[in-house]
Every structure is written in C-alpha cells, then in structure tokens.
C-alpha cells in the first residue's frame, strides 16, 4: 500500500509523521497550487465546491508519485462534504484510476467494528508491534497540536512584533524544516524548539494592533492556497488574528462529540441565533463571531466556498450578529477564481474600517 | 503646492491635483486601455506642461492598478478605492449616509455613519450593472454612451429585462427588440434591472440611508440616477466630480500622509520620457509557481510584484509604499 491524502494546511505533516512512525509507505502530494486546481477543475462536476476540486487535483498528482490509497475523513453529515468519499470514489474510477479509498466515518454512522475494520486496513500494512502504532499515533496527534498552537502563536502576534515578517518567516521556516525530518520524534522537538523561538520574538507591548477572527468554512479557512493566504497577508499588515477552527481543533470535536461535550461554549454562544446543527461548520461560525466579540476582538472575516449551503445559511445570520453587538464581520466568497486584485480590496478597506472605527471611538472625530 | 492623485482603473485613469484645502484644480481623463503604464505617462505629459514637478508635495494611488502606479510614480499613500472614495464623498458633503458607486469592472457600496466607513460591500463573482456592460450594450444599440441616459428618460413607460446576470439581460434585450419596443424603452428597462440587480446583490442585507451619493463613471448616466431615485423612493445625489471621487480621495489622503511623514516620496514627472517597461518570469522558488511582474525604468528596476511570499517584493516594499496610509 502507498497511501495518500487531501492537503488541509498543515496536516501533511502530522500525517507524515504517522506514516514514519508506523512505518507505511506514502506520498504527500505536492502542495496545493494553481496547476492542482487546474487538474481539479478540469474533471470535477462545475457546481461542486471549491475543497472537492483541489481534493481531486491532489489525488492525481499524488496518484503521478505512485500512490494506490487514498485516506480520506468522511462525515455523513448534511453539507456536501458528506459525499465527497462517493463523488471522489466515483470520478476516480470513471477516469480510469484504479484507487482504493479507506473513508474514516464516524461510529455513528458506520458503526464502531466497521471503523476498526477500516482502521486495521491501515494497521496491517505496518509492520510495528501495537505498542509502537499506538506511540505513532500520539506523536502524530502531539505533533499536530503543538503546531496548531505554533501557528496560532505567531499569527497573533505578528500584531505586536518589532522586527515586521519574523513571526511569519519563523512559522514557514518551522514547516519547511519539519517537512525535512523523518523521524516524528526528531520532528516533535523541533516544532517545540520553533514553538519557543516563535514565543521569544521581540514584541511590543504597548502596541494595540488591529485584531481579526477568521471563521466560516473548515477547509477554505484552513487551506491557505484556498484563501488566498489572507492570515499570510494579515500578518505583513500587522494585524493579530485568531482562527478557532484547527486540524486539533476538529479532532477533539469528533472524539468528543458521541458523548456531545464537544465545543460547549461555541454551542452556547451561538444558541440565540442559531440553536440547530445544519451541517458543515455553520453553528461554529455563529458561535466564534460571538466568542470573538466577546475576546474584544475588532472585527470578523468569514470565508466560504461559493455554494456553501451550512455558511450561507450563517452569512444571512452574522448581520444580525454584527448589528446587534457592533461588530464588523465581513464575509469573503472563494471560488477558482486566482484574481486577488478584489480580495485584496475588501481586505485593505475592512482593516482601515476597523482601523478608523477605533479612532473614532478613542478620540471622536 | 498640490496633492496628486491616480486612479488607476479597469478602463479609465484619473489624475487629479488638489490644493491644500482639498479643492480640485486640475482634472484628466484617461481610458486605460488595457496599458497602466502608458496611461500614466501620458496623464503626466499634459500635467508636466501646466506645473512644476516641485509644486507636487504629496501623491497617492488607488484603482485596482495603484501597486503598480505606486511602483512608477512614487506615493506616499496607496489606498484601496473604498477608503479613497469614501475620503473623497465626505470631504464633498458631511451628511453622506451611503455611497453608491459603479465603476467599469466592479461596483460598490459604502454606508457610512456620523463620518467614518461602517460597512461596505462590492460585487462579488457577477460584473452585470457595470460600466463595460452598458458601454457595450450603447455600442449593439448604436447608440454614443453618453446619450445613453437621455435615451432612458424620454421613455414612455419601461419593458421588464431580466437583470441577474449580463449574458441572459442581452438575450432577453435583444428579444424585446425583436417583438417591436423602442430603443428608449429598452434602454429604459434595463437601467431598471440594472438597479434591480445592483440592490440585490451588492446591497444585500445593507440599509440605505439618504443622503445617498452616487459616483464611478456609470453616475453619468441619467437614466441610472433616475431609476435609483425610482426604486429607494428620495434623491440621490451625484457629485460634480462624480468620475474623480477616486483620485480626489488618493490626493487628500497622501496630503494627510505626507503631514505625518514630512517628506513626499513622489519622483517627479520625468517618468512621462522614460522608458518604463513590464517583463514578468515564473518564480521557482515553490511549487505555488507565482507569476512575477518586474518593472524596470530604462535598464533600472522599479520593483516587483505579484508573488504571494513576497521573496520578491519583500525587497521592494519600500518602493511600493506597502501599506503606508
């Protein structure tokens, strides 16, 4: 087996580091870019949204490397993601790939011995005892939150940093480095070390930078190269910004949601608008724009693929959200179109709106 | 001593000088024409023949172009369109509540409360409603755009064009030509639909407060004003320098800038004799595979643009005025 897998930020590289600890032969797919999304397009169906066709680009540049499996989330949930597993299975096979396909569902839906099942797909092809799959498994889940938290770190405060670009250059660094490590305990400590170098930038407290929530959809947040690197280019603006939705994030909401303890504040915060779970992340969203205004933060971007069914549903609530707390959200569409002139507009006009507002409220005008 | 600003749009390029007390004083219109730098020299051409480049003490750019006017020419401040039109409405009237504008390739809309920007929104995948549209809709009609509006309003009554989408309002055009309704009434119906699908998609979920002003290039078009007046229901304004709004507000926020800073960094008008040329290259850096722009000025480089790591234009920021306003 040669497996492979969908890119989402930076989660190749806590895959990698599960596949180097268990031992199992894999390919990551060169990371996501316009040829991808080109590959994509060309052989997705036009309406589906945005993830599905840089997912199907990845396959097949995967699949060029040699790669036979594809290791994929599934959720059988009420957004199209939820037949994503299906579609994919399908054009792939339709296009005369012969790739096999391990969908990770939850128990609920498939039942937890089909889970094992599927899971020990996985297993068989490592030749390690137990006691080191399991080892490989909590280094990979360390790993991926320690960079989760890196992330975060420097993403916040690139707002108050002296030397402009550091925190932004030390996390890429930090990534290319990490890419370049093949045991996951060699690449554990260098997170840490990049952690505590990220956490030593010289700053500037007394700035008080401008501070934006990133919230909407899971991947198109997630994915830089879906969202035109917006976190990238808030950072070279100065602006401190935080993003509630992380690969760790989503990993303890599934562990945690058969016994419905998962995200109980979000849960709570989003009850007056939006009380149901409609699919996607559209409750999240709700309930981080809340959390975010609540955290004193200046405003709200929310970004979602064109056709979004869970985030329009929220984008017709977060006016009601931005009028009564007064909040600035804006709300970003992305599709395959590459032009950022637009983007970078409405990204510069609601920073000085957030910029201006501040002004006004400190001084008058 | 004048503030300058560049707009550098779409389809057309706008410079305007104002004085320190932000009083238009000199306006120039020119169609882009697919060639920004071109543009630029040319507008710097007629302005070097009336001022000395020493008068200029500040210079600002906007339009979707203004990276690369900025790379050229020199600002202190380069400010995305929303802020620059916004600047320019309320130096116009204090009491402005929302700002309509359409331009050639996008339009916007701008709320503002008690004199600064609350809210705004643009286009976001559809260009139905703006001005290459009803330039191109004025040349099937044979009609000259700037009679366009007067065509509207001599109308007797209006014919129903589906305005969601540009591709379905001309085939739905050219259909009601076919049954037999004038020209005017056409026209008419679709400054309608345009305003229809101009309220339902830019304006979406946004109150729209009078005073309202209406500004961009498509503000000439009398028909438009009307029909805007029609479907809000009160008057709408449009300013006298409707199609310089963008300049105009590149201009006074330079001059704010250039209070702060003390010294312009505007580099004069001899660029209008220069050779100022474009090469771009594939960067190899990542697999991203970025395309590069690299402006040179004779055998000098100017800057570069268009990477998303800035490997490139990391070096230029200075040059480029990143985010300096």
Redesign the interface.
């Known amino acids: 087996m040669k497996a492979t897998f969908p890119h989402l930020g930076n989660v190749y590289l806590g895959v990698k580091a599960l596949f180097d600890g268990l031992g199992i032969d894999y390919v990551i797919p060169?990371?996501n870019?316009?040829?991808a999304l080109n590959i994509g397009t060309r052989h997705s169906p036009d309406e589906i949204c945005l993830p599905f066709k840089i997912m199907i680009g990845n396959y097949m540049q995967a699949v060029e490397e040699g790669a036979d499996t594809v290791i994929l989330t599934g959720s059988c949930g009420p957004c199209r993601f939820g037949e994503y597993c299906e579609l994919q299975m399908n054009l792939m096979k339709s296009l005369g790939y012969d790739l096999k396909f391990i969908v990770l569902d939850m128990p609920k839906d498939i039942g937890i011995k089909e889970l094992f099942n599927r899971l020990s797909i996985i297993g068989s092809s490592s030749k390690k005892s137990r006691l080191q799959k399991l080892r490989a498994v909590k280094t990979a889940v360390q790993i991926m939150h320690l960079l989760d938290e890196t992330e975060a770190l420097a993403h916040y405060l690139a707002g108050y940093e002296r030397n402009k670009?550091q925190c932004k250059s030390l996390f890429?660094r930090c990534r290319r480095e990490a890419m370049k490590c093949s045991d996951p305990q060699e690449m554990l400590s260098l997170i840490k070390e990049y952690k505590k170098r990220i956490e030593y930038v010289p700053v500037d407290i007394n700035k008080d930078p401008v501070k934006i929530a990133i919230i909407g959809e899971i991947y198109t947040v997630i994915e830089p190269?879906s969202n035109?690197?917006i976190e990238?280019k808030l950072m070279?603006?100065?602006v401190s910004t935080k993003r509630g939705m992380t690969p760790s994030w989503w990993l303890k909401n599934m562990a945690l949601s058969p016994l419905k303890i998962n995200s109980l504040d979000i849960k709570k915060a989003s009850r007056k608008y939006l009380s149901l779970e409609i699919g996607g992340h559209a409750r999240e969203c709700i309930g981080e724009a809340i959390l975010s205004w609540k955290e004193g933060f200046d405003g709200a971007i929310q970004i979602y693929p064109?056709g979004c069914m869970p985030e329009i549903v929220s984008k017709?609530i977060l006016?009601a959200i931005?009028r009564d707390y007064d909040f600035?959200i804006m709300s970003l569409?992305v599709?395959d179109?590459t032009g950022e002139?637009?983007f970078?507009?409405?990204l510069?006009?609601?920073i000085?709106?957030l910029e201006?507002?501040r002004d006004?409220v400190l001084f008058g005008? | 001593m004048y503030y300058l600003g560049v707009d550098l749009g779409s389809v057309s390029t706008d410079l305007a000088l104002v004085d320190k007390n932000h009083n238009l004083v000199e306006k120039i219109y020119l169609k882009t024409r697919g060639n920004p730098i071109k543009a630029i020299q040319e507008g710097f051409k007629i302005l070097k023949d009336k001022y000395d480049e020493r008068e200029i003490t500040a210079a600002g750019t906007t339009g979707?172009g203004r990276m690369i006017a900025s790379a050229i020419m020199g600002a202190d401040a380069v400010?995305?369109?929303?802020?620059a039109h916004a600047r320019a409405a309320l130096e116009f009237d204090k009491e402005v509540r929302t700002i309509i504008e359409i331009g050639g390739q996008?339009s916007k809309i701008i709320i503002i409360n008690?004199?600064?920007?609350?809210?705004?929104a643009?286009n976001?995948?559809c260009a139905a409603g703006t001005g290459s549209f009803l330039d191109r809709q004025a040349e099937r009609l044979e009609i000259p755009i700037e009679e366009f509006g007067d065509y509207a309003l001599r109308a007797g009554s209006t014919v129903r064009i589906a305005g969601r989408c540009a591709v379905f309002a001309e085939s739905d055009m050219i259909h009601k030509q076919q049954l037999g309704y004038a020209k005017e009434e056409i026209i008419r119906g679709l400054c309608d639909a345009l305003v229809r699908n101009y309220l339902n998609n830019v304006g979406k979920?946004k109150t729209i407060l009078p005073k309202v002003l209406f500004q961009g290039g498509v503000a000439a078009n009398k028909g438009m004003k009307a029909a805007f007046e029609k479907e809000l229901g009160f008057e709408i304004f449009v300013p006298e320098n409707y199609s310089m709004m963008g300049a105009i507000g590149a201009a006074i926020i330079a001059g704010d800038q250039v209070k702060k800073t003390g010294k312009t960094k505007f580099r004069g008008f001899k660029l209008a004799e220069n050779n100022i040329f474009s090469r771009s290259f594939d960067c190899d850096g990542?697999?991203?595979?970025c395309e590069v722009v690299k402006i040179y000025e004779n055998d000098n480089i100017l800057g570069y643009f268009g990477d998303?790591?800035?490997r490139w234009t990391?070096k230029t920021n200075e040059i480029l005025g990143?985010?300096s306003g």
């Open positions: 060169p990371q870019s316009d040829h670009g890429h190269y035109f690197c990238d070279d603006y100065g064109l017709s006016p931005s600035p569409v599709d179109m002139a637009g970078i507009t409405r510069e006009a609601f000085d709106l201006r507002r006004n005008s | 979707s400010k995305n369109e929303i802020t996008d008690k004199g600064i920007v609350t809210d705004f643009m976001t995948v979920g990542c697999p991203n595979r998303r790591c800035s990391g990143l985010r």
